[in-house]
Nanobody
């Protein structure tokens, strides 16, 4: 199994910054992509940013959020600057790749709450 653990969420005022971290562990052979999604109350889960063969950002976060990876630590980060109240959501980490035994995996973290006050 591949286990993802997120950290770094919290409460921040509009215009502030937060940094999320997500570490993957388990029987990992290789990771192809790691990314962040979010789900606000009453809304569907949406892509925030993903880092794989290329890096993709949602239009709503371009220029404000930056995704980065430390491949040696199987960790992905999301630096969030100039936060807005509409960024309030539960943020989920996702990772996809191959486990030992040539088995694919696609795992999710438990989610971390980000709340931006106006």
């Amino acid at each position: 199994q591949v286990h993802l653990v997120e950290s770094g969420g919290g409460l921040v005022q509009a215009g502030g910054s937060l940094r999320l971290s997500c570490a993957a562990s388990g029987s990992i052979f290789s990771i192809n992509s790691m990314g962040w999604y979010r789900q606000a109350p009453g809304k569907q889960r949406e892509l925030v940013a993903v880092s794989g063969g290329s890096t993709v950002y949602a239009d709503s976060v371009k220029g404000r959020f930056t995704i980065s990876r430390d491949n040696a630590k199987n960790t992905v980060y999301l630096q969030m600057n100039s936060l807005k109240p509409e960024d309030t959501a539960v943020y989920y980490c996702n990772a996809g790749g191959t486990r030992w035994g040539n088995l694919p995996f696609n795992s999710w973290g438990q989610g971390t709450q980000v709340t931006v006050s106006s």
